[in-house]
């Protein structure tokens, strides 16, 4: 929403929950969505029968993390396991499949 007030001059509605905005576009009451990339390609081809399609460039790109308690014994657990499936070419593989691309990553 940020975005969009500071970058466009639209009338601008926010919804509780993302499929009340994407039945709100299906039933022409709203003309676009603007959401995270993977879940609105999902819905696009798996929820709204073709109905709904993406279209656009990427606007802004968030990098995500795990989160664990403080001295967690899954984290060294968690960090391995990635970085086997990252040595393996595995996480390339899923990355592919679920996002359509190959993963833009900067390592530490």
Do not use: C, H
């Not at 940020?2 to 709203?30: G, H, M, Q, W």
């Not at 696009?44 to 403080?70: H, M, R």
């Amino acid at each position: 929403m940020d975005y969009l007030k500071e970058n466009t001059d639209a009338n601008i509605e926010a919804f509780p929950e993302i499929t009340e905005a994407y039945r709100s576009v299906l039933t022409e009451r709203t003309d676009a969505v603007l959401y995270d990339k993977p879940n609105v390609e999902y819905y696009a081809e798996t929820e709204a029968g073709g109905e709904l399609v993406t279209v656009g460039e990427l606007l802004q790109g968030e990098q995500y993390g795990i989160a664990f308690p403080k001295d967690s014994e899954l984290r060294d657990e968690v960090d391995d396991a990635i970085d086997s499936l990252k040595e393996s070419g595995e996480f390339d593989e899923i990355y592919e499949e679920w996002f359509g691309e190959a993963p833009d990553i900067e390592e530490e």
